[in-house]
């Protein structure tokens, strides 16, 4: 009876463990995917023809050890960035900075199959729920191009900013 207990309770964790990292999965697949853009467009005028070409594609980044995700990453040429540390005991935590001055610190931050998440605390004392999904980029400028990889985190902002006239949603920080 205690062996067939035991088995029901081991099956039944490692079926919630399973299910929990692969909704991780889906949802850094997801956000990842918000990332892509592709655009193709020629025109002709004057009988001159000019054409436009972009592909970035993004795909979650899962590597080895959490210790692997630590470091500094930064939205190149807006002025955000964002530290990630990983204490020895496996505690996530980290700074967002934008343009030099503290914006936000990071508790409680978890990363499973490429996918961040934690609480983000303002300096007003304001938290709210962190997403972001570690991804490899690839950029190509041509259809033959074999394109530029990084690797950065993708963040989805809360609050949209302006930053030079444009309006983000999103940011990319590749990692340094």
Do not use: W
């Amino acid at each position: 009876m205690r062996t067939l207990t035991l088995l029901t309770v081991i099956v039944v964790v490692s079926g919630n463990l399973i299910a929990q990292t692969s909704s991780a999965a889906a949802r850094a697949q997801e956000l990842a995917a918000s990332f892509n853009k592709f655009k193709s467009v020629s025109k002709t005028k004057y009988g001159v023809t000019r054409a436009k070409y972009k592909d970035v594609h993004c795909e979650p980044l899962v590597r080895q050890g959490v210790k692997d995700y630590a470091g500094v990453y930064e939205a190149e040429g807006l002025g955000y960035v964002i530290e990630l540390r990983v204490e020895n005991n496996g505690a996530i935590t980290g700074s967002g900075y934008a343009n030099g001055s503290l914006s936000f610190t990071l508790e409680n931050g978890k990363i499973e199959a490429g996918l961040l998440t934690a609480t983000r605390i303002y300096q007003n004392g304001t938290r709210e729920k962190f997403e972001g999904v570690f991804v490899t980029r690839t950029d190509k400028e041509s259809p033959t191009d074999p394109g530029v990889t990084t690797s950065g985190l993708g963040v989805h902002l809360s609050v949209p900013v302006e930053i030079a006239g444009s309006t983000y949603d999103r940011l990319f920080y590749q990692r340094r």
